[in-house]
């Protein structure tokens, strides 16, 4: 995680003290966990914090799955088969990479684990550190079923939002 990076989740850190989450959920990956740790320790820091947080590591909130292009650049990417990649998906919704999952699978995923979050942990504060793709899928669903008290479901990139 870049310092620009760490200081933005030490000053969303300070926000969540207010929330005192009950469960903490966060993908097993490096720059999650890497923001978990900083978030606990601003926790553990206030008086009020109570050492009975539950704590996840969940698959379910990484970002897309890009399969065989997993960690290639995009000049590593351009030739036949990401013109073929192209040429085979009239949206990008639907698109997925070789082994990889498509947005629209994202979006499924994301109202799998809103059903997990709902049946395991009712009534509970849930903070959730994940990944740019699931946060957008969050929206997406969340667009489709508005709670009329809250007029903006956007979530963006390193940001602390209220879903429900």
Known sequence: MTDKGKAEIEQIA??????KPDVIITSSLTRCKESLEIVLKKLE??????????LVESKAVRGICHGAWEGKNKEELIGEDLLTWFAKWNSYVFAKSPG???????????????DFIDKNYPSKRVL??????????LTVLLRVYPDPSHN?????????????
């Open 14 to 19: 300070d926000d969540i003290i207010g929330i």
């Open 45 to 54: 820091s206030d008086e009020s914090f109570t050492k009975n947080i539950e």
């Open 100 to 114: 990889g999952e498509s947005l629209a699978e994202v979006i499924i995923r994301a109202s799998e684990f809103l």
């Open 128 to 137: 959730l550190i994940g990944h740019g793709s699931f946060s957008w899928a």
């Open 152 to 164: 903006d479901y956007s979530i963006k990139y390193g940001a602390l939002k209220k879903l429900y």
